[in-house]
C-alpha cells in the first residue's frame, strides 16, 4: 500500500523542466517517438522544452561529429576499462564513489552522460552550464548528491546514442517488460539494431577516453550487471566489480525509489503500473543472468558486498584493487577517508514488509539469499 501511495503522489507532482532525452541527436529523438506512443499529459511542458534544447544543441552535435569523427575512429583505449555492476540499490553508486576519488582514473559525470553528443566540442561548457541549473542537488530518496560533475552510470548517454536503453524502462512503463528485455539481453532486437547498441557503446568508451586524457576507464552501471559477457567480448581485457545487497532491502529500496524515477522520467501516466511484480521479475532474470554469466571471466571479476564495504570500506577498497591491479596511490586512499569522514552521520534507511512479500521473496529470490548467505536483516520490520 504504501508504493501505491508514493505512485499516487508522484503523478500529482509536476514533472522537472527537462528530460534526459533532451540530450538526443534529431535522429535518435524520433526513433524514440515512433517506438513509443500513449504520451501523457502532463509530460507535455517537458516533452516541449526537452525538443527545444535538442534544437538548440543539433548544430553543436553535427559539429562535433564531423570534427571529432576521425579521431573517435582512430582511438584505442590505453587499457581494459573497469566496469562496477551489480543490482539497483546494492550500493554500486557508493562503491563508484569511493574509487572516483583516485586521480588516475576516468569516469563519466553527468553532464556527459546528459549530453554524450557534446563531450569534446569546446562549445559543451554552455550546455553544461544549463544542465547544472536545472538538475536536483541530491538524488531524493537517498540524499546522494548530484551535480554536473559527480561521477554517473553511462546508461543514460547510450539511451541519447540509440533507442535501446534500460532508462527507456522508466521513460515509457507501459512497455516496461518489453525495454528491460530488449536493453539488457538484447532480446527481441534485430541483428542491426544489436550492431548499433553495441557500436554507440564502443563509441562512448573511446570518447570517454579522449575526454579523460586517456586515463583508464572506471564505470558504474547495474544495467550492466547481466551483460558481462557483451561487455568482455567489445572491451577485450574488461575488469568487473560486483556488488551483492541483502535483497530484503533491495526490494523495499526498490518500491520506495521507483516512484521519484517514473515523476521525473515517465513520458506515460503510470498510477496504474504494478510494481511489485516487476521489481520481483527484474530482480530474478538479472541476478540469474550474472551468476550464469560471471565465471566467463574468471579472475578478471572481483565480488564484494554492501555490508562488507560499510563495515570496512578501507579494506574492502585495497582488496579489491590489489585483486584487478588498479594500483591506487596512497594519496588516493587519504582522499577515500576524508569522502568516509564526511559520510559518518549516514543513517540507513529502515523499511516495512509485509509478510507476503517476505514470503514471495523467499519463494522467488531464494537463489540469491542461498548464493550470498542472507537472512532477513534487522532493518527490515515484518508487518501483517
Same mark, same amino acid.
Given at each position: 500500500?504504501?508504493?501505491?501511495?508514493?505512485?499516487?503522489?508522484?503523478?500529482?507532482?509536476k514533472?522537472p523542466?527537462?528530460?534526459?532525452?533532451?540530450?538526443?541527436?534529431?535522429?535518435?529523438?524520433?526513433?524514440?517517438?515512433?517506438?513509443?506512443?500513449?504520451?501523457?499529459?502532463?509530460?507535455?511542458? %517537458?516533452r516541449?522544452?526537452? +525538443?527545444?534544447?535538442?534544437?538548440?544543441?543539433?548544430?553543436? =552535435?553535427?559539429? @562535433? !561529429?564531423?570534427? $571529432?569523427?576521425?579521431?573517435?575512429?582512430?582511438?584505442?583505449?590505453?587499457?581494459?576499462?573497469?566496469?562496477?555492476?551489480g543490482?539497483?540499490?546494492?550500493?554500486?553508486?557508493?562503491?563508484?564513489?569511493?574509487?572516483?576519488?583516485?586521480?588516475?582514473?576516468?569516469t563519466?559525470?553527468?553532464?556527459?552522460?546528459?549530453?554524450?553528443?557534446?563531450?569534446l566540442?569546446?562549445?559543451?561548457?554552455?550546455?553544461?552550464?544549463?544542465?547544472?541549473?536545472?538538475?536536483?542537488?541530491?538524488?531524493?530518496?537517498?540524499?546522494?548528491?548530484?551535480?554536473?560533475?559527480?561521477?554517473?552510470?553511462?546508461?543514460?548517454?547510450?539511451?541519447?546514442?540509440?533507442?535501446?536503453?534500460?532508462?527507456?524502462v522508466?521513460?515509457?512503463?507501459? %512497455?516496461?517488460?518489453?525495454? +528491460?528485455?530488449?536493453?539488457?539481453?538484447?532480446?527481441?532486437? =534485430?541483428?542491426? @539494431? !544489436?550492431?548499433? $547498441?553495441?557500436?554507440?557503446?564502443?563509441k562512448?568508451?573511446?570518447?570517454?577516453?579522449?575526454a579523460?586524457?586517456?586515463?583508464?576507464?572506471?564505470?558504474?552501471n547495474?544495467?550492466?550487471?547481466?551483460?558481462?559477457?557483451?561487455?568482455?567480448?567489445l572491451?577485450?581485457?574488461?575488469?568487473?566489480?560486483?556488488?551483492?545487497?541483502?535483497p530484503?532491502?533491495?526490494?523495499?529500496?526498490?518500491?520506495h525509489?521507483?516512484p521519484?524515477?517514473?515523476?521525473?522520467?515517465?513520458?506515460?501516466?503510470?498510477?496504474?503500473?504494478?510494481?511489485?511484480?516487476?521489481?520481483?521479475?527484474?530482480?530474478?532474470?538479472?541476478?540469474?543472468?550474472?551468476?550464469e554469466?560471471?565465471?566467463?571471466?574468471?579472475?578478471?571479476?572481483?565480488?564484494?558486498?554492501?555490508?562488507?564495504?560499510?563495515?570496512d570500506?578501507?579494506?574492502?577498497?585495497?582488496?579489491?584493487?590489489?585483486?584487478?591491479?588498479?594500483?591506487?596511490?596512497?594519496?588516493?586512499?587519504?582522499?577515500?577517508?576524508?569522502y568516509?569522514?564526511?559520510?559518518?552521520?549516514?543513517?540507513?534507511?529502515?523499511?516495512?514488509?509485509?509478510?507476503?512479500?517476505?514470503?514471495?521473496?523467499q519463494?522467488?529470490?531464494?537463489?540469491?539469499?542461498?548464493?550470498?548467505?542472507?537472512?532477513?536483516?534487522?532493518?527490515?520490520?515484518?508487518?501483517?
Open positions: 500500500m504504501g508504493a501505491k501511495w508514493d505512485i499516487a503522489r508522484a503523478m500529482e507532482e514533472p523542466g527537462f528530460h534526459p532525452l533532451a540530450g538526443c541527436d534529431w535522429k535518435n529523438w524520433f526513433a524514440h517517438r515512433r517506438s513509443n506512443q500513449e504520451y501523457s499529459k502532463r509530460t507535455r511542458p %517537458q516541449i522544452t526537452s +525538443f527545444i534544447a535538442l534544437l538548440m544543441r543539433q548544430p553543436f =552535435t553535427l559539429i @562535433e !561529429r564531423f570534427a $571529432f569523427a576521425r579521431k573517435v575512429a582512430e582511438h584505442r583505449l590505453p587499457k581494459p576499462p573497469v566496469f562496477i555492476i543490482h539497483w540499490r546494492s550500493g554500486t553508486t557508493h562503491l563508484h564513489n569511493l574509487f572516483s576519488i583516485a586521480p588516475g582514473f576516468a563519466i559525470d553527468f553532464g556527459q552522460t546528459a549530453m554524450p553528443h557534446n563531450l566540442n569546446p562549445t559543451r561548457v554552455l550546455g553544461r552550464a544549463a544542465v547544472a541549473r536545472v538538475i536536483p542537488k541530491d538524488r531524493g530518496m537517498d540524499g546522494v548528491k548530484l551535480g554536473i560533475e559527480e561521477p554517473q552510470e553511462e546508461e543514460m548517454a547510450i539511451g541519447n546514442l540509440n533507442p535501446i536503453c534500460y532508462y527507456n522508466f521513460y515509457y512503463p507501459h %512497455q516496461m517488460r518489453h525495454h +528491460f528485455e530488449r536493453s539488457i539481453f538484447l532480446e527481441n532486437t =534485430t541483428p542491426e @539494431e !544489436r550492431e548499433t $547498441f553495441e557500436a554507440v557503446y564502443v562512448l568508451l573511446k570518447k570517454l577516453s579522449i579523460g586524457g586517456e586515463r583508464p576507464l572506471l564505470l558504474k547495474p544495467a550492466s550487471t547481466a551483460r558481462v559477457e557483451l561487455l568482455d567480448r572491451f577485450e581485457g574488461a575488469r568487473f566489480i560486483h556488488i551483492v545487497r541483502n530484503y532491502e533491495v526490494f523495499a529500496s526498490m518500491l525509489h521507483y521519484r524515477l517514473f515523476n521525473a522520467f515517465s513520458w506515460h501516466d503510470f498510477d496504474d503500473i504494478d510494481l511489485e511484480e516487476m521489481v520481483f521479475y527484474k530482480y530474478r532474470r538479472i541476478m540469474q543472468g550474472y551468476l554469466q560471471r565465471a566467463s571471466v574468471g579472475d578478471r571479476l572481483v565480488e564484494t558486498s554492501y555490508e562488507a564495504l560499510i563495515a570500506s578501507i579494506g574492502e577498497i585495497s582488496r579489491i584493487e590489489k585483486a584487478l591491479g588498479m594500483g591506487l596511490e596512497p594519496a588516493a586512499y587519504e582522499g577515500i577517508r576524508a568516509l569522514e564526511g559520510k559518518k552521520d549516514y543513517r540507513r534507511n529502515r523499511y516495512q514488509l509485509t509478510q507476503a512479500q517476505v514470503s514471495r521473496i519463494d522467488e529470490w531464494g537463489f540469491a539469499l542461498k548464493e550470498w548467505g542472507y537472512g532477513l536483516p534487522e532493518s527490515i520490520e515484518v508487518v501483517s
